[in-house]
């Protein structure tokens, strides 16, 4: 079983919601990054999504298309983001790590290596924003044989048949865009994501996490009852970007945030 | 290596998922797929429909004025020492270049699908000016996504978008051209899926754009073909045509694919060199990778980070290519070079001078590479060069250039 699965099924063992963060690597700066995700871990994530940068984010907003030039100002690589899994590892076995990005950096690194680096890294998923199961014949078989889950998206616009196709290439679980945007938008409706949500466990056994538009508290809860986890970005990255020059005031900042949605989350349990 | 193409081969590509070879697809994110899945269902339902196809005629008949003319430049040929030159006046079209005839096309698809809203990337203005032509015609809501960059270099077209009523978004991210332009571009679409129609200006995107942006320029090589054979009788030897996405090179390329003995050159923007970095040739010195949701040659260094560009003409100043000029490279068919900001502004000039033809300054690059390509050639052969479009917009840049103040 995988890291992802049997965090996952741990917490739903225990009636729980999976907490997980998003936020991009070597933002604000490369050395800050392993101790971000130590922050993330001790505030409350179950798992954590590690944005890759690139130099063309198209599904995401300004928060995070601030966040990929931060980051490669200092120029972080799709290797060195590696290197900083590798680094978070040394301290915590315990969390899984999804990371999340676009194509063309593994494309350039060459899909057999960087499946090979990421595995050796021990990174658990991979969730490619512009990789859909049909252009995946190639690079999903070299995830699966290293026992990398692969991570597709769904969004309010995929038919029936797509859940069922998307769903059977995917593995750990699938990630439901809670609405029609880029990230970091407002416009998540709970009652539509509810609807939908409950649907989408109807074809597919895996656990449905939820993103885009989940920034408190209340909504976390709101969203965790209807799914198995929910997934938390541009607020987190926004609070990276205001105290990015501080980084005692940035890990509280990102406890402050993080704490009341885990707490919102496990109030669900009871 | 090159092989022989036949009419067989070309009906297969791209493939049902919009491969040409191990170029073009869909790299999306999963909000898209629908409506890519949606429009390439109509478009190929559409492709075959009569009546569809005679409302897109009629329109490049009546409101662009088709056929452009095949012009033989007698002057620009004695000049050149060697081959024949003719010129394709793409540039003579309603607005001014090879772009209205794609949007004619889009704009007619949106219609058949209902939507209401349009929305467009553009570089140099001329594919956003012909965007908001075609809004304004059938009086739909249109948006247009351009390079804040661009905003500056092309001010004349912004105004002639903002006088035809539309909304023109000066676009500050990354590099503030035409990429960055497209990447808002797409997310307005992804946001607004519900009502809006991408119009795509070049035969990039995801598929089915590369297919139907093609089958739309095609018309350029149809008219071409025809009308050498009547005013020449014969073909043309050589074909020459500048890329950027690769739209009029496409258009003017694609009727003549099977025509071995037709050359064909795709004139890249070199910038200020090759050897510089600073230029927007990624045929001519990219490599393959995944950029704007399509497999193709990009600019991009060795962690995949997509490269800033650079050329003085604004409508080539883009770091990918058309997925099909990829695989035309690949297997050979087509050859694709380049030429610098300083020789395509001498092609620009010397054109105006000899033929009293003004240029854009992307089709100047074309102009530049034909001349030496003619010198070469004997006099008994043809050239066609395509003269996408006309160098009003251009005026502004070449006056700088040259240190004049207007
Ligand atoms: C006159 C003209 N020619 C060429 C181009 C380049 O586009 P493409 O390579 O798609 O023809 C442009 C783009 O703006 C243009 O305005």
């Given at each position: 079983?995988?890291?992802?699965?049997?965090?996952?099924?741990?917490?739903?063992?225990?009636?729980?919601?999976?907490?997980?963060?998003?936020?991009?690597?070597?933002?604000?700066?490369?050395?800050?990054?392993?101790?971000?995700?130590?922050?993330?871990?001790?505030?409350?994530?179950?798992?954590?999504?590690?944005?890759?940068?690139?130099?063309?984010?198209?599904?995401?907003?300004?928060?995070?298309?601030?966040?990929?030039?931060?980051?490669?100002?200092?120029?972080?690589?799709?290797?060195?983001?590696?290197?900083?899994?590798?680094?978070?590892?040394?301290?915590?076995?315990?969390?899984?790590?999804?990371?999340?990005?676009?194509?063309?950096?593994?494309?350039?690194?060459?899909?057999?290596?960087?499946?090979?680096?990421?595995?050796?890294?021990?990174?658990?998923?991979?969730?490619?924003?512009?990789?859909?199961?049909?252009?995946?014949?190639?690079?999903?078989?070299?995830?699966?044989?290293?026992?990398?889950?692969?991570?597709?998206l769904l969004s309010p616009t995929t038919?029936?048949?797509r859940i069922?196709?998307i769903?059977?290439?995917?593995?750990?679980?699938?990630y439901y865009v809670s609405f029609k945007g880029?990230?970091?938008?407002?416009?998540?409706?709970?009652?539509?994501?509810?609807?939908k949500?409950?649907?989408?466990?109807?074809?597919?056994?895996?656990?449905?996490?939820?993103?885009f538009?989940?920034?408190?508290?209340?909504?976390?809860?709101?969203?965790?009852?209807?799914?198995?986890?929910?997934?938390?970005?541009?607020?987190?990255?926004?609070?990276?970007?205001?105290?990015?020059?501080?980084?005692?005031?940035?890990?509280?900042?990102?406890?402050?945030?993080?704490?009341?949605?885990?707490?919102?989350?496990?109030?669900?349990?009871? | 290596?090159?092989?022989?193409?036949?009419?067989?081969?070309?009906?297969?590509?791209?493939?049902?998922?919009?491969?040409?070879?191990?170029?073009?697809?869909?790299?999306?994110s999963e909000t898209l797929m629908d409506?890519?899945?949606?429009?390439?269902?109509?478009?190929?339902?559409?492709?075959?429909?009569?009546?569809?196809?005679?409302?897109?005629?009629?329109?490049?008949?009546?409101?662009?004025?088709?056929?452009?003319?095949?012009?033989?430049?007698?002057?620009?040929?004695?000049?050149?020492?060697?081959?024949?030159?003719?010129?394709?006046?793409?540039?003579?079209?309603?607005?001014?270049?090879?772009?209205?005839?794609?949007?004619?096309?889009?704009?007619?698809?949106?219609?058949?699908?209902?939507?209401?809203?349009?929305?467009?990337?553009?570089?140099?203005?001329?594919?956003?000016?012909?965007?908001?032509?075609?809004?304004?015609?059938?009086?739909?809501?249109?948006?247009?996504?351009?390079?804040?960059?661009?905003?500056?270099?092309?001010?004349?077209?912004?105004?002639?978008?903002?006088?035809?009523?539309?909304?023109?978004?000066?676009?500050?991210?990354?590099?503030?051209?035409?990429?960055?332009?497209?990447?808002?571009?797409?997310?307005?679409?992804v946001?607004?899926v519900?009502?809006?129609?991408?119009?795509?200006?070049?035969?990039?995107?995801?598929?089915?754009?590369?297919?139907?942006?093609?089958?739309?320029?095609?018309?350029?090589?149809?008219?071409?073909?025809?009308?050498?054979?009547?005013?020449?009788?014969?073909?043309?030897?050589?074909?020459?045509?500048?890329?950027?996405?690769?739209?009029?090179?496409?258009?003017?390329?694609?009727?003549?694919?099977?025509?071995?003995?037709?050359?064909?050159?795709?004139?890249?923007?070199?910038?200020?060199?090759?050897?510089?970095?600073?230029?927007?040739?990624?045929?001519?010195?990219?490599?393959?990778?995944?950029?704007?949701?399509?497999?193709?040659?990009?600019?991009?260094?060795?962690?995949?980070?997509?490269?800033?560009?650079?050329?003085?003409?604004?409508?080539?100043?883009?770091?990918?290519?058309?997925?099909?000029?990829?695989?035309?490279?690949?297997?050979?068919?087509?050859?694709?070079?380049?030429?610098?900001?300083?020789?395509?502004?001498?092609?620009?000039?010397?054109?105006?001078?000899?033929?009293?033809?003004?240029?854009?300054?992307?089709?100047?690059?074309?102009?530049?590479?034909?001349?030496?390509?003619?010198?070469?050639?004997?006099?008994?052969?043809?050239?066609?060069?395509?003269?996408?479009?006309?160098?009003?917009?251009?005026?502004?840049?070449?006056?700088?250039?040259?240190?004049?103040?207007?």
């Amino acid at each position: 079983m995988s890291r992802i699965t049997g965090v996952l099924q741990a917490l739903k063992d225990q009636g729980r919601k999976a907490l997980i963060p998003f936020i991009t690597a070597g933002d604000p700066a490369p050395d800050q990054t392993v101790a971000l995700m130590h922050t993330l871990v001790d505030a409350g994530a179950d798992i954590i999504e590690l944005g890759v940068p690139f130099s063309d984010p198209m599904a995401d907003g300004p928060v995070i298309q601030l966040a990929c030039e931060r980051a490669l100002v200092h120029g972080t690589s799709l290797r060195q983001v590696l290197g900083m899994v590798r680094t978070f590892r040394e301290t915590d076995d315990r969390t899984p790590v999804v990371l999340m990005g676009y194509l063309n950096p593994m494309e350039a690194m060459g899909y057999g290596a960087f499946a090979d680096l990421a595995k050796a890294s021990g990174v658990d998923g991979i969730l490619t924003v512009d990789l859909p199961p049909e252009e995946a014949d190639e690079v999903a078989p070299l995830f699966t044989a290293r026992e990398l889950d692969a991570i597709f998206l769904l969004s309010p616009t995929t038919t029936d048949d797509r859940i069922r196709a998307i769903s059977e290439h995917s593995s750990g679980y699938v990630y439901y865009v809670s609405f029609k945007g880029v990230t970091g938008a407002q416009g998540i409706n709970v009652a539509e994501v509810a609807e939908k949500v409950q649907h989408i466990h109807e074809l597919t056994a895996l656990p449905v996490a939820v993103g885009f538009g989940i920034r408190d508290a209340k909504t976390a809860a709101d969203v965790g009852k209807v799914s198995d986890g929910v997934i938390v970005g541009s607020v987190l990255v926004d609070t990276i970007a205001n105290n990015q020059d501080n980084p005692e005031q940035l890990k509280k900042a990102l406890t402050d945030l993080l704490h009341p949605m885990r707490e919102a989350l496990d109030g669900l349990a009871s | 290596m090159s092989i022989k193409l036949t009419d067989d081969m070309l009906s297969m590509l791209p493939d049902t998922r919009g491969h040409f070879g191990a170029y073009g697809g869909r790299f999306v994110s999963e909000t898209l797929m629908d409506s890519l899945m949606t429009l390439e269902r109509e478009y190929l339902r559409l492709k075959k429909d009569p009546e569809f196809q005679a409302q897109f005629d009629k329109d490049l008949a009546d409101y662009v004025g088709r056929p452009s003319p095949l012009y033989f430049a007698e002057r620009l040929t004695k000049k050149a020492g060697g081959a024949q030159i003719w010129l394709k006046r793409e540039d003579l079209n309603h607005t001014g270049a090879h772009k209205v005839n794609n949007t004619i096309g889009q704009a007619l698809l949106a219609s058949f699908l209902g939507k209401t809203r349009i929305i467009a990337e553009t570089g140099a203005g001329q594919h956003g000016v012909a965007t908001a032509t075609v809004c304004a015609r059938l009086g739909l809501e249109c948006h247009i996504f351009m390079g804040a960059e661009d905003v500056q270099r092309q001010s004349l077209n912004v105004y002639r978008m903002k006088l035809l009523g539309a909304e023109v978004h000066s676009v500050t991210g990354g590099t503030r051209t035409l990429k960055d332009a497209m990447n808002d571009a797409m997310r307005d679409w992804v946001t607004n899926v519900d009502d809006t129609f991408y119009i795509i200006g070049t035969v990039a995107g995801p598929h089915p754009y590369p297919l139907l942006v093609r089958d739309f320029q095609s018309v350029i090589g149809r008219e071409t073909r025809e009308q050498s054979l009547r005013q020449a009788g014969k073909l043309p030897d050589a074909l020459v045509a500048c890329v950027g996405g690769g739209s009029n090179a496409i258009g003017m390329f694609y009727p003549f694919l099977t025509d071995e003995s037709v050359e064909l050159y795709g004139v890249e923007a070199g910038g200020l060199g090759i050897d510089t970095g600073k230029h927007a040739a990624p045929l001519s010195a990219g490599r393959p990778g995944v950029l704007h949701g399509n497999r193709t040659y990009l600019m991009e260094d060795e962690n995949g980070q997509i490269s800033g560009t650079h050329s003085v003409s604004a409508g080539l100043d883009y770091p990918g290519v058309g997925p099909e000029h990829s695989w035309l490279k690949d297997i050979g068919r087509a050859h694709y070079v380049s030429v610098t900001d300083d020789e395509a502004m001498a092609g620009f000039h010397l054109l105006t001078r000899t033929e009293g033809i003004m240029p854009a300054l992307e089709t100047a690059h074309a102009v530049s590479y034909a001349m030496k390509l003619a010198a070469e050639m004997d006099k008994d052969k043809m050239i066609v060069i395509n003269i996408s479009g006309r160098g009003d917009k251009d005026i502004n840049t070449v006056a700088q250039l040259d240190g004049i103040k207007l």
